[in-house]
């Protein structure tokens, strides 16, 4: 089972809603300039999502493998609806991707300025990413900061 951010449904017969989803993906255009692109800014928020509950790193695959570790319904393409190609140009408007575990290990900056960074574990074959704490922690005081300035001249 695939797990997703979830709602409340409201009671049948509402109008409020068009429809009932078992989930939604968070999407907030106002990160368009800062992160490139729409599929970056989606793609930010599910890592933020998945970083919630798995806090310093985890692993997922890119799209649907014959990996035993692998569940049907939770690869980035599935979850996304994003092509591996896709998945990968957004992936580098926000994070450092690396060949291997000792590659990404070997850098002195391993995000080279980047909010999150991936790499191949080659021994369990399955791709790890890495969140940027110290700048994501900067990137959202500069986001309150520039929701400050935007509210105040309302």
Request: hydrophobic letters at 35%.
């Amino acid at each position: 089972m695939t797990t997703y951010d979830t709602f409340q449904t409201e009671p049948s017969g509402s109008s409020s809603r068009p429809y009932i989803s078992p989930y939604f993906i968070k999407y907030n255009p106002a990160l368009v300039n800062e992160l490139g692109s729409k599929n970056a800014v989606l793609l930010f928020e599910k890592m933020e999502y998945w970083f919630s509950k798995k806090k310093n790193e985890f692993y997922k695959f890119i799209e649907p493998c014959c990996h035993p570790c692998y569940r049907e319904g939770d690869s980035w393409s599935e979850e996304l609806g994003f092509s591996k190609l896709v998945f990968r140009n957004a992936f580098d408007k926000i994070g450092t991707r690396y060949i291997s575990k000792t590659a990404f290990e070997k850098e002195a900056d391993p995000f080279k300025g980047k909010l999150f960074a991936s790499y191949r574990d080659r021994q369990s074959k399955k791709t790890v990413f890495v969140r940027n704490n110290a700048l994501l922690h900067t990137f959202y005081d500069r986001l309150k900061g520039v929701a400050l300035k935007a509210t105040a001249t309302l």
